[in-house]
């Protein structure tokens, strides 16, 4: 049993920053991509940044210089890092994670979702 649990959403001012943490747990055997999607009402979930075991990163062009996605290891922790937020970066957030996880003696690799925190940025 593998869960990714979200923190950090809430209300900002346009222009002010927040921080979001997702912690992986349970039976993992191996973390590969890491990453966060939004989805705001009435339109489809989509790509915000991830980060991939080497460290190397994505971003979506609307966020790229104000977002930052970090992540450590150690902790099965991802991190995205929030600044100048905009009126258009209200959504849902939910981390996600390409996971391999132990099985009995076996592991099985699958895509696994936290349960999504709201961000609400204010004009």
């Known amino acids: 049993q593998v869960q990714l649990v979200e923190s950090g959403g809430g209300l900002v001012q346009a222009g002010g920053s927040l921080r979001l943490s997702c912690v992986a747990s349970?039976?993992?055997?191996?973390?590969?991509?890491m990453g966060w999607y939004r989805q705001a009402p009435g339109k489809q979930r989509e790509l915000v940044a991830r980060i991939i075991s080497g460290g190397s990163t994505t971003y979506a062009d609307s966020v790229k210089g104000r977002f930052t996605i970090s992540r450590d290891n150690a902790k099965n922790t991802v991190y995205l890092q929030m600044n100048s937020l905009k009126p258009e970066d209200t959504s849902v957030y939910y981390c996600?994670?390409?996971?391999?996880?132990?099985?009995?003696?076996?592991?099985?690799?699958?895509?696994?979702w936290g349960q999504g925190t709201q961000v609400t940025v204010s004009s």
């Open positions: 349970g039976s993992i055997f191996s973390i590969n991509g």
């Open positions: 996600h994670a390409l996971i391999k996880a132990y099985s009995g003696i076996f592991t099985y690799e699958n895509d696994y």
